[in-house]
Every structure is written in C-alpha cells, then in structure tokens.
C-alpha cells in the first residue's frame, strides 16, 4: 500500500470493522466502482494490499483518487444498499446488478380474498409488499410455510360479492386436493379469510414468535408419533424462520421521497451525515464534515448544510427527517423528528455514520498529530467536567479491601492525558480499622495532598474518586482540612452506571459512553483498580505467608524472615526438601517447617 497516497493510506487505517458499502471516487469525483462489504477495512484494504490479478482491477485500483463509506447494521442492509447505490450511478467498473433486475418481495394483493404471491415490481394499487428479499430461499420458505398453514387461494378470478352470489365459478382441482376452502362457491366466509390473512402480515411484519410456538407444538407432536421425517421437515423451517429478518432499513415500501439529516455538533466541527430516499430505498448517502468559525449552533449548520447538500444531490423531496426539531423553516419542505418506525430507523443509520466519521477522523488526527488529538481530548474533559483549564494533570483514587482486612489504597496519575507511572503511589491505611471505606479515602486523600503541599510540589487540575457520593464526600473533607476544597476540581465516578458526582450536585450527570473524555477517565478509574488490587493481594500474600509460618511452634519472626528472603512464597517453602531448609534454618527448624507441608 506503499505506493498509493498518504491520504488514501490513512483513510484505509482509519475505517471501521464493520458491515458497509464502500464506494471509490476518481480524481474527477466520479464515482467508478460501489462495493459491500461484511467487514469494511479487511475488504477495501484488500485492494491495496496485493498486486492484482486481474487486469481491469489493477486498473481500477490506480485511478481511486477518493474512498468513502456507508455503515449499515448487517450485510443483508449492505448487500441491498449496493445494489441501490449501483443503479443510482451506473458505476463504470460495476457489471452486476446494472440492468433492472430488481429483489423479489411478497405481496398481498388489495382484492377480495387476497391473493399472496412474490413479485419484483411494486404497484401502488394499495396491495401490501414485504421484503425486500435477497435471499430467494428464505422467500420460498416463508411462502410454502404460509400455504402450509392457511389453505389461500391462487386463482385470479374476481370474488367479490355479487358474483360469487351469483355462483359464476366451480372450484377447481386446488379445493378437491385440500389446499383451497372454496372461497368462490361460499364456502368459506371472507372475515375468516381475512383472519389468516393478518395472521400472514404479522408472520411477514417479523412478528413470528407465536407462529414459530405454534410450529415447535407441531414438531412435538410429530416427535411423539415418531414421524421424525415431517419433525425434521419442521426443525428445518423453525432454523430458518428464526434467522430470518423481516425487514430492511435500506429499502422500505412504507417510505417514498425523503431526506435524512443528522449531525454530531462539536466546537470546532460539526458532523454531517446526508441520506436521499427515493421510492423507498436510499439512493445517495454522503458524509462530511464542516469546519467552523464562530462556534455556530446545530440550526445555523444544517441551515448552510440542508440547502448544499439538496441542491447537489438534485433532492426534490418535500420532508427532511431531524433528529430534533430545527428553529428554522424552508420554503415547501416539512421537518420531521420521528420517534419510532422505519423513519426512526433512517435516523439511526444516519446518526450512526456520522458518528463513525467523526470516530475516523479522530483515529487520523490522533496519527498525523498527536498532541494535537491529545489537547483536543483534554479541552473535551475540560467542557464535560466543568473545569476552570486544560487538565494536563489528572489524579485518581481507588480503595481496595477483603472484609476490611488489608485495607490498601492506590493514587494513579495521568499527565497530558497518558499515565505517568512513576508517579502512580500505594498507600497502607493506618488510622481506619475494619471495612470503613469512606474514612480510608479521607486519610489517603489527605495524606497525598498534604505530601505535595509541604513538598511544594504542583496540584492536579482534577481528583477523580472511584466511587458515588460517600466516597466524595469523604474526599472533600480530606480538602477541607487541607484547605484545598474549591481550589482543586474533584468529581466521583460510580461503576454501575458511570454516573458522575461533582460537590454540591444532588443529582449525578452523565456523558455519553462514547465520548472520549469518559473513557479517559474510566481507563483512569480501571488503572488505579488494577493498581490498587495488584498490591493488596500482595499485601494479603506476605500476611498469609507470616501468619502460616508464625502458627508453627518454635519458629519465630526472625527464621521466617530468613524464609521468606531465600523462598518468597509460602508453596515454595512447602516444597523446599529438608536438605534445602537446613541450609537456611538449621536441622532442627527445618524439620519443624517440614512438618507444616506434610
């Protein structure tokens, strides 16, 4: 990959593993070639990795100037989306899926007694259409399952009302061998037909849980008659019912002409992520990202950005669906914020790339320009936890304990934003007695920060405590003795739900779990537990090991110091050979210590 541009390169570093269509632009801007991908950096990479082949490949390969992507939920989304994307652009070096051909879906034909058959092309007669289906087999399975449970009709005779009355019809071979009630001679009334065929739009809709019950109930049944062949029949359509996913976000036919937009709004840059649904399926998605000058709001960068974006992609949809509501109004375009539905979930898949672009431009600043990506992460912490400045030096505390026995306590120290671990200190708790947490934190508290004061050594920006409200609050007097309380930030952080603690606050905050400021703080938190647990099993070790060889009669602190100095572990000592604790202890202890691991 070598040979290809530093940009192209990084971009490749950079992209997310996961399920997605990728599409490579020429120098131009065109796009000239729309794949998918089950995983989205193996698969691009894979072009550039490796001297192709093939021919038109390596010509392919030399004339992408550009690379951008679309993450979808599963490689079902992904595989329809390229087919989208591909009759959209018509890309020069993509043969398949270039003429019409279209996914089947099945339909529910608006009629009386409604027909249900597969098609490739929707009417908007008001029949009902589900799909699309890319995968012919789990179709056919669930049109055999449904002719195997609802006897429906497949003749295309009109039966409405009058001329069934008017018995026009005969019923035909599909009634005499059973898969078939007569419908058009009366003998089956149109509320019950109607019944099954909710039943059928509920088994379609993906609600399948009460068919796949009733289905496993049939499977017992043949089981217990031991008719294990029509068992198996049915094990095979449960396995493949239960992996069947009813519906795509990609191509919806509930939805016709629309615009997406959403965007993630940070100080210095907003997000931008743009899908263009046309006729229910999306037919142009792009995202970017818009530098700012002014620390403009979310309503004054999506009323720059929907106009731009429209006007490239020749939009002529009347509504734009937002993640909120916008203060700001376009001639003839409604706004809509849908909270549930196929709409929602166009929300979703649009938030979720934004986010995946801002994740990929981080990881692209973070290797161009490390310092750079680390002030911006300490300017975050500064935003998120209310600082006064830029916290270059962080602390965090941590309590470690065994039913108040050993009680030990860790400081860990981050500096720049990465741990400084010549700074990282234990401390052995001395004044608190018995499984007290909230006092062992005031002493360790005190005890640090009155060291760098009489020191005269420099203050951290922040004091991260592990631990809710108690153990802040326990913190805070350790300040308050120091008079440091209001000159030194301090929050407390509570495992279970990362909820944030700052003095005075009765109720906690939380960041969103995928910010950066966050999981600074929590790889802060998690060191100082790993730390602090390190030395109290230590701790607890040497204890163990003290007590054990005191209990023996005869031997006393100073041979199980000698011990302990040429064998380290309780195990060692019990495995020494006599001969090997003679020559520490003498004949006459040595066998007294022998004696302990018999």
Known sequence: MSLFPAELQLKIKTMPEKPGVYQYFDAEGK????GKAKNLKKRVSSYFNKTQDNYKTSVLVRKIANIEYIVVNTELDALLLENNLIKSYQPRYNIQLKDDKTYPWICIKKEAFPRVFSTRKLIKDGSKYFG???SGKVMQTLLSLIKELYLLRTCHLDLSTQKIEEKKYKVCLEFHIGNCKGGCVGNEKQQDYEEQIFQIEQLLKGNIGSVIGFLKQRMQQYAEKLEYEQAQKLKTKIDTLEN??????IVSP?????????????PESAFVNYLSIHNGAII?????EVK???NESSDEVLSYVIPELRERFESQSKEILLVEPVGFDLEGIKFSVPQRGDKKELIDLSLRNAKFYKLEKQKQEKIIDPEKHTIRILGQIKTDFRLKEIPLHIECFDNSNIQGTNAVSACVVFRNGKPSKKDYRHFNVKTVEGPDDFATMEEVVYRRYKRLLDEQQSLPQLIVIDGGKGQLSAALKALEKLDLRGKVAICGIAKRLEEIFFPGDNLPIYIDKRSESLKVIQFMRNEAHRFGITHHRNK???ASLTSALLDIPGIGPKTQQELMKAFKTVSAIQHATLEELTAIIGLAKARLVKGMGD
């Not at 796009?31 to 729309?34: G, K, R, S």
């Not at 509930?254 to 993630?264: F, M, N, P, Q």
């Open 31 to 34: 796009i000239i070639y729309v």
């Open 292 to 294: 700012k000058k002014l």
């Open 254 to 266: 509930s939805i016709h002409e629309v615009d997406v937009c959403t965007l993630i709004n940070e």
């Open 132 to 134: 699309p289906y890319p």
């Open 244 to 249: 069947y996913r009813a519906k795509s976000t």
């Open 540 to 542: 607890r070790s040497k």
């Open 284 to 288: 142009h998605a792009y995202t970017t």
